[in-house]
């Protein structure tokens, strides 16, 4: 074996990294690994030229921006130094296949990769001991990886959070102390939790003016009432699908869902830990509902837009497919049909045909002579409108808490504005500065947070549901349902029925509490229930490839 050697004088970058803030405390910190690089360049005449610092980086792939940089310079010509030098070859990278293609990279630009506390030579003998040490280093940092995960799933077992940023809404508090370790878990954040259960308000029953919403609406709704995120900034599309997909607010948080590339994990993987709930498990599956309602992967437009009245609506109840429009005699008939016997035949399903102009009649005069009765909505939406009850109240003590949050807060800046005026506190002090900053922010999120909850109980109080409303709605909705010549309201219908099964001697009419709630105040002050999600194509303003009928 030859000894390493090293060129008086040659020009050296430092390359420093470790993988998580508690390795930079427990470990070979940064200012270590840079006191033990600059001495050692020293000891050996090397000029210090550079210095790359990696903080909470993994070895394990060359996503590294600083490593990148490190890269670009020391391929480029001529290259600005003619060593790198590491603590350890795991500073550089723990995948052993990486190591050896990024040294030889270095290599071909005459730059060396030089370790101080693993010297190496270039013969064959000292190469192959580089190499097994980097399948060492591999295999420990895998290892090291498993057994983490190992814990950090058994902490979620037992209730206990992570240590990741939690989801808008809570806060992380300790929980318990076990020896030197802190547990920690979620508990409800009352300034934001406000703000989720607003967004899906949104998107099950609108704000009262508007019907259900969808996301980009909620975006747009909460910016112009200057509802900022938890981190001070606005609300894009995918912050708010994310708040209405969620499990986590329905009391059930899922960790070791997803891997490192994002990708979904077998559900074995994944353990649920409880938290306190911000929605119930009702209004989470109808918002889920909704949302799948307004894909367009999944429903056609001309489901939502088509003229056929139950279209997207109809289902046959023997095996829970669609039913479609088929025709006979050159049109002069239509009939509403299995889809399966239609694609697979009889053996798929024996199926049912129906014709439309029957049912579509059957259907209409049941939600008027059975639904829209003032007794009978009244008994249907009692339960509703009993948690919508609950729903006022919670939000009422809600505001008193907001309220006495910004009193108590603003005490506290007076009780400081006084010492610093009897010359007890220092005004230029920096921590002063900061807490009052700190208390202005608490308080005047309190106030905004009591502002909008109040204006949101306000509209709610405007809207409460009264028995008059329910006998003007019945009536109001059997008239518009048909309209004159035959036919009928489509959208009407649909807001009072979401699916319609039909099998052998019956007809099953199913729907949501929830909609018919918010198709009766809608309809108070509307002709229309805004209920109903709609879909309508517009023409380019401009001419352009997409050509616009002529005039």
């Not at 990278?93 to 030579?121: C, P, W």
């Not at 669609?322 to 005699?329: H, L, N, P, Q, Y």
Request: proline fraction near 4%.
């Amino acid at each position: 074996m030859t000894a390493p050697q090293t060129i008086t004088g040659a020009r050296a970058a430092l390359y420093l990294r470790v993988s998580t803030a508690r390795q930079a405390e427990h470990d070979v910190s940064i200012p270590d690994q840079r006191r033990q690089g600059e001495g050692w360049c020293a000891a050996r005449g090397l000029k210090v030229v550079d210095t790359y610092v990696e903080s909470g980086a993994s070895a394990t792939n060359d996503r590294r921006p600083e490593f990148q940089r490190l890269i670009e310079a020391g391929t480029s010509k001529p290259a600005p130094f003619d060593l790198v030098v590491v603590h350890s070859f795991s500073r550089f990278f723990r995948d052993h296949f990486e190591l050896e293609f990024y040294i030889r990279k270095l290599a071909k630009n005459g730059v060396k990769l030089v370790s101080i506390t693993q010297e190496m030579g270039d013969d064959p003998m000292h190469v192959m001991m580089r190499q097994i040490m980097a399948l060492f280093d591999e295999y420990q940092s895998k290892e090291t990886a498993k057994h983490v995960l190992r814990a950090m799933r058994e902490n979620a077992r037992q209730g206990f959070w992570n240590g990741s940023l939690p989801p808008i809404g809570y806060r992380v508090v300790a929980a318990e102390q076990r020896g030197a370790k802190v547990k920690k878990r979620l508990e409800i954040d009352p300034f934001h939790a406000e703000t989720v259960r607003t967004i899906f308000r949104l998107a099950l029953e609108g704000d009262g003016v508007s019907g259900s919403m969808g996301v980009k609406a909620i975006a747009a709704w909460l910016n112009e009432r200057s509802i900022l995120t938890r981190d001070g900034g606005r609300w894009g599309l995918g912050a708010v699908h994310q708040i209405l997909t969620r499990t986590t607010y329905t009391g059930r948080h899922e960790f070791n869902r997803r891997g490192k590339d994002r990708k979904l994990k077998p559900k074995s993987e994944a353990v649920v830990v409880d938290v306190p709930p911000i929605i119930d498990q009702e209004t989470y599956e109808a918002v889920q509902a909704r949302l799948q309602a307004r894909n367009p992967k999944k429903v056609p437009p001309r489901v939502i837009s088509g003229p056929t009245l139950l279209t997207g609506l109809i289902h046959c109840a023997k095996c829970g497919g669609a039913m479609t429009i088929r025709t006979g005699k050159g049109g002069q008939y239509r009939y509403y049909a299995c889809s399966t016997k239609a694609r697979q035949g009889a053996t798929a399903c024996a199926g049912m045909t129906v014709p439309m102009e029957k049912l579509d009649d059957l259907v209409a005069k049941h939600l008027e002579d059975r639904l829209l009765q003032p007794d009978r909505l009244e008994a249907i939406l009692s339960a509703v409108l009993d948690r919508r009850q609950e729903q006022t109240s919670r939000k009422r003590a809600h505001v008193a808490d907001l309220n006495k949050r910004a009193t108590e807060t603003d005490l506290r800046l007076k009780r400081l504005f006084d010492a610093i005026e009897n010359g007890i506190a220092d005004v230029n002090d920096p921590d002063l500065k900061e807490r009052i900053a700190t208390l202005k922010a608490t308080r005047d999120q309190a106030k905004a947070d009591a502002e909008r909850v109040t204006a949101s109980l306000g509209a709610a109080g405007q809207r409460a549901v009264a028995p008059d409303m329910l006998a003007k709605f019945a009536t109001a909705v059997r008239q518009r349902v048909r309209i004159e010549g035959g036919g009928y309201r489509r959208d009407h219908v649909r807001a009072l029925a979401q699916r319609v099964e039909v099998d052998v001697g019956e007809v099953r009419i199913l729907g949501s509490k929830s909609n018919l709630l918010q198709a009766l105040i809608a309809g108070a002050t509307e002709t229309k229930p805004a209920a109903v999600p709609s879909f309508v194509p517009k023409w380019c303003a401009q001419q352009d490839s997409n050509l616009w009928p002529s005039d």
